[in-house]
Structures are given as structure tokens and as C-alpha cells.
């Protein structure tokens, strides 16, 4: 609910809205909607030492960078590699299977709908057995 405006048509008034801000050469509001469609995606692999088994490919699609505030989608393919985590992270999986082990050896299965937190000294592997979309949120 809102104090100001038509949540139906989304018109409302501030001064937020009166002045946008302005994020790699486009207008921005205060409302920014996850969808691949709204940036360019960048592509990488993982460090090869870092590469287990596969051959993973990462596609990103980074819509929010300021302040040590990243927010974004991501998706890879099929594979396993090490992860070492000195940010926190937070995690929302949209589609696709992976399994997560920290280095004591706890498996965490990932499916379509699952949610977590990655924090600050995690570390283990990912792996990848079905390619893996997920929408994330990371704080530096």
C-alpha cells in the first residue's frame, strides 16, 4: 500500500520520481523489474584450477551494481567446480538441479523454488547436473 499514487498504473508521486537515476547510460527509476531481457548478459568459467569435472558456463545478467549491493540473475551449465565465499549471498533458484557440499562433506540439493543463504567462509564445490537459472542478491 501506498501513501502516494495508482499502485494500479504505477504513478507515484515524490521526489524520488522526479529525478531518475541514471545506471550504465540508461534512466532508471526506483522500480526495477529481474528480467535477462533489461541488460546485456556477460559470459565466463569458472578459474580452470578451480574446474572439477565439465566444462561450465556462466551467463550473467547483472541488473544493479552500487555500493557492494549486486543483484542480478545468473545461469550454468553442467558441471563442478570449487567455491570460496567472502560475500553473502542471497540465493533463489529458478530452474534447473545442482548440489552444493561444503568442505565437511554436507550436501545441499538445489531444485526450482529452493532458497538460501550463502555466507562469508563458506566453502566446497557446485555442481551443476541440470543447467541452473537463479536470481540472487550479494552484499560485499
Known amino acids: 500500500m501506498t501513501a502516494k499514487g495508482d499502485k494500479k498504473h504505477g504513478t507515484f508521486g515524490g521526489a524520488d520520481d522526479a529525478a531518475p537515476r541514471v545506471i550504465h547510460?540508461?534512466?532508471?527509476?526506483?522500480?526495477?523489474?529481474?528480467t535477462a531481457e533489461a541488460v546485456e548478459p556477460e559470459h565466463e568459467r569458472p578459474a580452470p584450477e578451480k574446474v572439477i569435472s565439465g566444462d561450465p558456463q556462466f551467463t550473467t545478467w547483472n541488473l544493479e551494481d552500487r555500493?557492494?549491493?549486486?543483484?542480478g540473475i545468473w545461469q550454468a551449465t553442467p558441471g563442478k567446480w570449487r567455491i570460496s565465499y567472502d560475500e553473502w549471498e542471497y540465493i533463489h533458484i529458478l530452474e534447473g538441479r545442482s548440489v552444493i557440499t561444503s568442505d565437511d562433506g554436507?550436501?545441499?540439493p538445489l531444485q526450482a523454488g529452493d532458497s538460501f543463504i550463502l555466507r562469508?567462509?563458506?566453502?566446497?564445490?557446485?555442481?551443476?547436473?541440470?543447467?541452473?537459472r537463479k536470481e540472487y542478491v550479494i552484499r560485499l
Open 25 to 34: 547510460g540508461d534512466i532508471m527509476t526506483n522500480f526495477l523489474r529481474l
Open 106 to 108: 554436507t550436501e545441499y
Open 120 to 132: 562469508p567462509g563458506f566453502s566446497g564445490t557446485w555442481e551443476v547436473i541440470e543447467t541452473i
Open 67 to 71: 555500493d557492494g549491493l549486486y543483484c
